[in-house]
C-alpha cells in the first residue's frame, strides 16, 4: 500500500513557476512508476507527465512539453513536477499518481494508476 499526498499548489501569475511534490509512504515506492495528472472544473481529469521507476524514461502531454519537467529522488520517496511559463490554462487540480503493475513504463492511461493523492489546487492568474 502506497500513500501519496500532493503539495506546493498555489495561485501564481501567468509566466511564473511552481514546483509541486508527492511525497510517498512505503517503501515500495521506489519501485513504481509515477504520473501527474490535472483536473479542471468541469473537465475530466487529464495525463500531464509521467516518470518510470528510475527516472529513466519521461512523457509529456503536448499542452506542457517544455514547460514542465517531471523527476524523482527515491532516497526521499518524493516525486516532482517542475512548472514554468505557467499559463492561465493551467489552472486545475493537480494529482500525482502510482503505477504498480510495470516499473519500467511510463504510463498515460489514468485508468491503469494504482494510487491516488488527494490533489492540490494550482491556480494561474492571466
Known amino acids: 500500500q502506497v500513500q501519496l499526498v500532493e503539495s506546493g499548489g498555489g495561485l501564481v501569475q501567468a509566466g511564473g513557476s511552481l514546483i509541486l511534490s508527492c511525497a510517498a509512504s512505503g517503501r515500495t515506492f521506489s519501485r513504481y512508476g509515477m504520473g501527474w495528472f490535472r483536473q479542471a472544473p468541469g473537465k475530466e481529469r487529464d495525463f500531464v507527465a509521467a516518470i518510470n521507476w528510475n527516472g529513466g524514461s519521461t512523457a509529456y502531454a503536448d499542452s506542457v512539453k517544455g514547460r514542465f519537467t517531471i523527476s524523482r529522488d527515491n532516497a526521499k520517496n518524493t516525486g516532482y513536477l517542475l512548472m514554468n511559463s505557467l499559463k492561465p490554462e493551467d489552472t486545475a487540480v493537480y494529482y500525482c499518481?502510482?503505477?504498480?503493475?510495470?516499473?519500467?513504463?511510463?504510463?498515460?492511461?489514468?485508468?491503469?494508476?494504482?494510487?491516488w493523492g488527494q490533489g492540490t489546487q494550482v491556480t494561474v492568474s492571466s
Open positions: 499518481a502510482a503505477d504498480a503493475a510495470i516499473m519500467t513504463r511510463v504510463n498515460r492511461v489514468r485508468g491503469e494508476y494504482d494510487y
